[in-house]
């Protein structure tokens, strides 16, 4: 009686589980790259946000405050205020945005 030439059952199992352990390897190393990954966006994010800080002060003189309101005793709700993320938006690429905001009496 002659043999097939094809797998036995053992070898398909022996193949299943070194594709299995394999995949268990390679599996932390993606988890790594797409974590480094995301590093770098928060890092990308940080330096704009600094480039775009810079960018106001180059063009106005000095640093943008934290509100552009002054006030005496408790501030009003909403009414003209503003942070500096506000305006340092034309610096960051959003200056249609901030063209589309009515600041009211803020300067």
């Excluded at 509100?67 to 690429?93: A, C």
Aim: aromatic share 8%; charged share 15%; hydrophobic share 45%.
């Amino acid at each position: 009686m002659r043999r097939g030439s094809g797998f036995t059952l053992i070898e398909l199992l022996v193949v299943i589980a070194i594709i299995g352990v394999l995949v268990g390897l390679l599996l932390p190393a993606v988890q790594q790259v797409r974590e480094a990954a995301r590093c770098m966006n928060y890092v990308n994010k940080i330096k704009q946000n600094a480039l775009a800080i810079n960018g106001y002060g180059d063009a106005h003189k000095s640093l943008p405050t934290a509100t552009d309101r002054k006030y005496q005793g408790r501030p009003p709700h909403n009414n003209g205020w503003s942070t500096f993320v506000i305006h340092i938006m034309p610096f960051l690429e959003m200056g249609t945005t901030f063209d589309r905001l009515d600041l009211g009496t803020v300067n």
